[in-house]
């Protein structure tokens, strides 16, 4: 499903095959990160300043999309898989969310 960009941003499009997407999802994961764009922003300013054309920060990050809808914040949200990912694998994450939004519903509970 193609987004359309919003206003202020600009779609950029980058071709990759399913298996990289996928190796880069499991690699996300694993790092704890949750946003495959703000990797590939942040992977792009690392490449410039290394390369000795550094960008501002401040005007690479996307629009905030505060107010503007969406899922909420407090539920667990399933697991954006490449399609080559491992069943197993997500079925295995999905389980730790669920048990992980379990613990956190009884630690709330009054005694």
């Known amino acids: 499903m193609q987004t359309q960009p919003k206003r202020n941003q ?8 399913p298996k990289f997407v996928a190796a880069l999802q499991e690699k996300l994961i694993k790092l704890g990160k949750s946003n495959r764009a703000d990797f590939i922003r942040d992977a792009i300013l690392e490449k410039l300043k290394n390369e000795g054309e550094p960008i501002d920060p401040a ?5 905030s999309r505060a107010g503007k809808g969406g899922r909420p914040t ?4 399933p697991p954006n898989c490449a399609a080559k990912a491992s069943e197993e694998m997500k079925e295995r994450l999905w389980d730790m969310l669920k ?13």
Do not use: E, G, N, T
């Not at 005007?59 to 629009?63: M, Q, Y």
């Not at 407090?74 to 949200?77: F, G, I, S």
């Not at 048990?99 to 005694?111: E, K």
């Open 10 to 17: 600009v779609l950029v499009p980058v071709p990759m095959s």
């Open 59 to 63: 005007i690479a990050a996307a629009p």
């Open 74 to 77: 407090h539920a667990p949200k």
């Open 99 to 111: 048990d992980q939004l379990a613990r956190q519903r009884r630690s709330r509970r009054p005694v």
